[in-house]
């Protein structure tokens, strides 16, 4: 009997293992993105986009990005910036504030959609890049989605 209960705390370690590396490897969406008042919505390759956010992980680096939305590829993630295939838009840095906010309603973060990029629905939001915490914390996507258009 005491070989099974070994046997059994010996799973329950190992799954409990297991669920905390996992746990630790998912980006963690904190914050929202918002598109500047002139900032478009749907266009193709070259079109710049501005945004800004609220409510990031506070004095942390950041970079602008663009990711599919899942339909291209199946993700394990429901958020774009989940995962490490997003594409810069604008590298950065920019610092978020005290208080999360990544540049401003003024004076967004900006940068064209990058070419090579598949028409669809895409995801614009801020991803960390704050050294030794790269892909820890993202914010969520701009809302609506950008629709990436042919030339």
Known sequence: MTGRLTTAAAAIVAIALVSVSLASACTAI???TQYSAASPTTG???TTISAYATGAASNSLFKLVVGHDGKLKP???LHACMEFEETAVSAGPWRSD???NIADASSPASGPIPEGLVPGVWHVCFYEITPGQEGATATAAASPLFTLTMI
């Open 75 to 77: 993700r394990r993630g």
């Open 30 to 32: 904190r914050g929202t």
């Open 44 to 46: 193709p390759p070259g």
């Open 98 to 100: 005290v208080y999360g």
